[in-house]
């Protein structure tokens, strides 16, 4: 891209990636974490020796939303700091899928494409990025989002 990244060139990435963000381990400490402050203590996700006896995956694993929770991080990183967007709010998700489980300890990282770019007026702007959480050593994917951000200018 010939100019620099701000809100008001975002339109000129339309169908590009915008970035990808370092590897990350989701270990067994952050999904119990999880799993507190959520109050979804479902054993698959805490309960290690039994999930190595009777889960499918013979391991936790990390919450779909734990999961889901990566891609705001990710926006923050791969383009809305890096285009100084000063108000960026989470607007929705117009789709999520979750195709694969994370195993606990398996590392993840995520992968941020624009989608569409369009003024609503009044300095804002809505954003729509799909965000897809791949699985270190694994072909599909844990998570593709498409997420919606409504960007202000100052």
Same mark, same amino acid.
């Given at each position: ?11 000129? &990435? ?8 370092? !590897? ?12 507190? &402050?959520?109050?979804?203590?479902? !054993? ?19 919450? $779909? ?13 791969? !383009? ?9 709010? *989470?607007? $929705? ?15 993840? #990282? &995520? #992968? ?33 989002? *498409? ?8």
């Amino acid at each position: 891209m010939s100019k620099a990244l701000s809100l008001a060139t975002l339109d000129q &990435c339309v169908g590009q990636k915008l970035g990808v963000t370092e !590897w990350m381990q989701l270990g067994q400490e952050r999904i119990d974490e999880f799993a507190h &402050c959520t109050g979804d203590d479902q !054993w698959i996700h805490v309960d290690v020796e039994r999930a190595s006896r009777e889960s499918p995956f013979k391991s936790t694993i990390a919450h $779909g939303y734990l999961t889901l929770s990566l891609v705001g991080p990710a926006q923050l990183t791969t !383009w809305i700091r890096p285009a100084a967007i000063a108000t960026a709010l *989470n607007y $929705g998700l117009d789709r999520v899928r979750f195709l694969a489980p994370v195993v606990s300890g398996a590392r993840v #990282r &995520c #992968r941020v494409k624009m989608v569409s770019v369009e003024a609503k007026g009044k300095g804002r702007v809505l954003i729509t990025t799909e965000t897809t959480v791949e699985i270190e050593g694994q072909e599909k994917p844990a998570v593709i989002a *498409n997420s919606l951000v409504m960007g202000m200018m100052e």
